[in-house]
């Protein structure tokens, strides 16, 4: 019995014209990255929009009171020193650097005209300032002759380098204090209201040839600019405070303070070691 050859066909046709199912190709929501699905909807959720709108005008007020601090400090700033400043001009050295040999600076008490109270008054106060500035030059060790030794010694309790002075002055010293220099040192002027005024005159003698080593006389006065703009510089420079508590003018209000400046700058002159 021959097979049925249409009917073959039949059952071919049909069995090739249904359709073998495939997987489409094409994306579907379920695979969706989970976490990009998910804040995609917190987005899209009402509420989150102003909620972060609510917290920025929040930090408004505290932005603002940045902002107001530092215009505070930039406007505290608000004490600088413009313009030249005051240097020495009268004061001479023998040599740029002192000798190895000037160690040891034995200091006189400090004199002035006794006939001028104002002056006389100055020097005592200032007379230690003397002391502690010369001290922080490092230049040498500096030993304080007092009234009294100096009276024992000589006879007298001051000398001035001007007048005539004995003639085993200089050995005297070098035995009894061991020192290579004698710094002489003189109030010339002094006024404790403003304008301060401050007038220095400094000596320093070899005490082996009676030479000097090194001499100043000038005069501080808080009237001339350059003065001023000076001492204010040192006043910041000295005090270290924040910028909202500088005041560098309160140095031309008080003569302890502008004495020490005017010594200080006297000091600089000295010969370097």
């Known amino acids: 019995m021959k097979p049925n050859r249409s009917a073959s066909s039949a059952c071919l046709?049909?069995?090739?014209?249904?359709?073998?199912?495939?997987?489409?190709?094409?994306?579907?929501?379920?695979?969706?990255?989970?976490?990009?699905?998910?804040?995609?909807?917190?987005?899209?959720?009402?509420?989150?929009?102003?909620?972060?709108?609510?917290?920025?005008?929040?930090?408004?007020?505290?932005?603002?009171v940045l902002v107001l601090s530092a215009g505070c400090k930039t406007a505290s700033l608000s004490d600088p020193v413009t313009g030249s400043g005051y240097k020495p001009q009268n004061f001479y050295r023998s040599w740029g650097h002192l000798a190895v040999n000037i160690r040891r600076v034995?200091?006189?008490?400090?004199?002035?005209?006794?006939?001028?109270?104002?002056?006389?008054?100055?020097?005592?106060?200032?007379?230690?300032?003397?002391?502690?500035?010369?001290?922080?030059?490092?230049?040498?060790?500096?030993?304080?002759?007092?009234?009294?030794?100096?009276?024992?010694?000589?006879?007298?309790?001051?000398?001035r380098a001007e007048e005539p002075l004995p003639a085993d002055f200089l050995k005297v010293l070098k035995r009894a204090l061991e020192c290579d220099a004698v710094l002489f040192s003189r109030v010339s002027q002094y006024r404790a209201y403003p304008p301060l005024t401050v007038g220095f005159s400094f000596k320093l003698v070899d005490v082996e040839t009676g030479n000097f080593v090194w001499a100043a006389d000038e005069v501080f006065d808080s009237s001339e600019p350059s003065v001023?703009?000076?001492?204010?510089?040192?006043?910041?420079?000295?005090?270290?405070?924040?910028?909202?508590?500088?005041?560098?003018?309160?140095?031309?209000n008080s003569p302890g303070s502008f004495g020490r400046y005017a010594a200080n700058s006297v000091f600089e002159t000295l010969p370097a070691r």
Not at 25 to 50: F, K, T, W, Y
Not at 139 to 159: A, D, M, N, Y
Not at 230 to 247: K, V
């Open 13 to 64: 046709k049909t069995h090739q014209s249904a359709p073998v199912p495939r997987r489409s190709s094409i994306q579907q929501p379920s695979d969706l990255n989970v976490s990009e699905a998910s804040r995609a909807a917190a987005l899209r959720r009402p509420g989150m929009g102003a909620l972060r709108r609510g917290q920025f005008f929040c930090l408004l007020p505290m932005l603002a």
């Open 106 to 159: 034995a200091v006189l008490p400090a004199t002035c005209d006794d006939a001028i109270s104002d002056v006389q008054h100055g020097r005592d106060q200032l007379e230690p300032v003397i002391m502690e500035e010369l001290a922080k030059t490092g230049r040498f060790e500096v030993i304080t002759v007092t009234p009294e030794q100096l009276r024992v010694w000589t006879g007298r309790v001051s000398w």
């Open 228 to 252: 001023v703009n000076s001492a204010r510089r040192y006043q910041l420079m000295r005090e270290q405070l924040p910028p909202s508590l500088a005041d560098s003018r309160s140095i031309l």
